[in-house]
Each structure stands twice: as C-alpha cells, then as structure tokens.
T-cell receptor, first 113, second 109 residues
C-alpha cells in the first residue's frame, strides 16, 4: 500500500509570486485535506476535497485554492504570496468508508522571501 | 478561543520515567479525538483514534484515554526514540479537524 506523497519537498518563492503544491493520496483514499503548519504550532486546516469538490474550508483567504483530480490526487495553489505564508504544508488523505482517520504526507516546506 | 489545549508545552523525561500528556477540548459535537506523533520536519504519524468517553487504546509504550473533556496520552518507561512532538486533534461538525499546538517530549538516556 502506497502512502501519501507530496512534491516538491522544499520550495523558495518571493513575495507576490504564485505556488502550486502537489499531493498523491494513499491507495484507496478519496478524501484529501490540506493543512498549514507554522514553526512550533499545530497544523491549521485549510480545506478538504471529496470526489473533486471542496468539502469544507478553514479560515484562509480565497488566494488559497485547491483542486482534486479523478485519480484523487490534489493540488494546493497559493496566489500573491506573503511572508507569513512561509510554513510546512501538509496533505492528508482518508478513505471513503471512514472520513475520520487522516494519514499525512511528509509535507512541503515553503519559504517566502 | 482555543478549542484544543495541550499541556505541558514541553516535557523532559529520563529514560524509564513514565508520565502523561494532556489534551483538553471544548468543542461540541465531537466525532473523534486523534493522537499523532511528529518528528522534526516530517508529517504527523497516526497513533490512535478515540471516539467515546471511557475508551482506551494501547500501542507499545503508549496508552491513550478519553473523557468528556480531555484525553491523556500515557507513556510508560519511555525510551530516547520516543522523543518527538505529540499532537492531538479533534474532529467535530462532520469534517472540521482542529489540532492542538502539541507537547514536545524529550527523553534523555
């Protein structure tokens, strides 16, 4: 069984740029959630996708957007990057049978200069 | 307003010195409480899910318990490799997943 994978591992961008982060779900999982984790904090929920539709959103502005594809992989897009967007971005997937237990990928470390 | 509070923020133990981590929550409509372990720079690793008060789960040196207001993660005779940040999270209102800030555990040999 393949776990959750994310790419790239690290990324450096400048303020105002746009970024796309990618996630492949664990085999058999059709629900994907994205989180932002600042240094020393717990992950903060950005949004969740289920069957290619947004299925809930946290307190993040519209410049954070996402997509889920038919193979259940997902993208997180962030426009007009700000310095405070520097963080570890985590993707988590869960199965159709239970949307409860989420399994996390290794994360993408984004640095905005 | 914090909905999930973990304490202590940091904990130093000697190898073999048992202790407990606390996670208190104030959400309504709790669907589940989750414990994760996170090593520096890595994604959280799933440990336990608890669904109802009185439930207990065990795995090696770890045991998680749940009451109506809080959960405890008991660590028995910890080893240096147990050093990590332990996160708890609650699932409520169908699909809202809220994490605490974590307890950073350091086990010295």
């Amino acid at each position: 069984e393949t776990g959750v994978t994310q790419s790239p591992t690290h990324l450096i961008k400048t303020r105002g740029q746009q970024v796309t982060l990618r996630c492949s779900s664990q085999s058999g999982h059709n629900t994907v959630s994205w989180y932002q984790q600042a240094l020393g904090q717990g992950p903060q929920f950005i949004f969740q996708y289920y069957r290619e539709e947004e299925n809930g959103r946290g307190n993040f502005p519209p410049r954070f957007s996402g997509l889920q594809f038919p193979n259940y992989s997902s993208e997180l897009n962030v426009n007009a990057l700000e310095l405070d967007d520097s963080a570890l971005y985590l993707c988590a997937s869960s199965s159709q049978v239970s949307t409860d237990t989420q399994y996390f990928g290794p994360g993408t470390r984004l640095t905005v200069l | 307003e914090d909905q999930v509070t973990q304490s202590p923020e940091a904990l130093r133990l000697q190898e073999g010195e048992s202790s407990s981590l606390n996670c208190s929550y104030t959400v309504s409509g709790l669907r589940g409480l989750f414990w994760y372990r996170q090593d520096p720079g890595k994604g959280p690793e799933f440990l336990f899910t608890l669904y109802s008060a009185g439930e207990e789960k065990e795995k090696e040196r770890l045991k998680a318990t749940l009451t109506k207001k809080e959960s405890f993660l008991h660590i028995t005779a910890p080893k240096p490799e147990d050093s990590a940040t332990y996160l708890c999270a609650v699932l409520y209102n169908f699909n809202k997943f809220y994490f605490g800030s974590g307890t950073k555990l350091n086990v010295k040999p």
